[in-house]
């Protein structure tokens, strides 16, 4: 459940330069599961939800401003069709199963959900795809939602497969992406003998692929960690991928959050 197969490399011992840069990442190793209970950590199915609490609505429009990093024209049609569509529970986690995603003061629980379908159709790093993120405390929740409502029109592969977690705990190293210059040419020296794609056998052992809270990103083309409002560069919090196991084929979406400012502002890219 760890890494990808391949030769095994020791990254301290062969780049003590990045040592000092180690980070652990929780993978949740999601596995398809009937029916697991509301209150659970889990990806899909039915969350913990207050009744009197209405349950998000999708109103962005089909098309909307795609700010692309990637060299693609900026496009903005803000008079397409909106969805007014139900969102799907996508990721929920409980402060007892993963204390390292930094639940605020008072909270246990982490919510994320999304539209259940396409914005857009660029493969482009946006942040048009709608998601939505609660922090809430387990204990108001009297009163839960027995069934979240069903959305009229969605995606099929938007919507992953009620699933439970295995959480397993690792360490990474910047990805390749991450390195300056001058460590991108020590990688290449040392790397010699393994294989003529260096970068690529450093990466199977460096960085890793899949949902994951913390570490870092797993960058599919490169990119950067985006500015909060307060001028600060944001940390990488999050990642959700898609899963051929859950039928969930959603793209990446990688989530930044600023924890300098009281209110945890999030941000994030969607890689489709």
């Not at 629980?109 to 387990?138: A, D, E, G, M």
């Not at 938007?158 to 699933?163: A, E, L």
């Not at 959480?167 to 020296?189: A, C, G, I, K």
Request: with cysteine.
């Amino acid at each position: 459940m760890s890494n990808n197969p391949g030769p095994k490399i020791d990254i301290p011992t062969l780049f003590p330069e990045l040592a000092p840069r180690a980070r652990q990442t929780v993978k949740l190793n999601p596995y398809p599961s009937n029916n697991s209970a509301p209150g659970n950590s889990k990806m899909g199915g039915t969350f913990l939800w207050p009744a009197d609490e209405p349950w998000p609505v999708c109103d962005i429009p089909e098309h909307a401003l795609l700010d692309s990093n990637l060299s693609y024209e900026t496009i903005f049609q803000p008079d397409g069709p909106e969805h007014n569509d139900y969102y799907v529970g996508v990721l929920q986690l409980r402060k007892e199963d993963v204390p390292e995603l930094g639940f605020p003061e008072g909270k246990n629980l982490f919510q994320l959900l999304w539209c259940p379908r396409r914005h857009n159709n660029f493969s482009v790093y946006s942040n048009i795809f709608p998601l939505k993120f609660f922090w809430r405390n387990t204990k108001e929740i009297i009163n839960p939602l027995s069934q979240p409502p069903k959305p009229k029109n969605p995606e099929k592969n938007f919507i992953p497969d009620d699933s439970r977690l295995n959480f397993e705990r690792l360490t990474e190293y910047p990805h390749f992406f991450d390195l300056s210059p001058e460590l991108d040419e020590v990688l290449d020296q040392r790397l010699i003998g393994f294989q003529d794609e260096s970068n690529l056998i450093y990466q199977q052992f460096s960085t890793i692929l899949g949902t994951k809270i913390g570490g870092y990103p797993y960058w599919a083309r490169g990119g950067a960690a985006p500015n909060c409002k307060c001028g600060s560069e944001m940390d990488f919090f999050l990642t959700v991928s898609e899963d051929i196991n859950l039928d969930l084929q959603a793209g990446i979406i990688y989530l930044f959050i600023c924890r300098r400012c009281a209110e945890l502002p999030i941000d994030y890219f969607y890689l489709w």
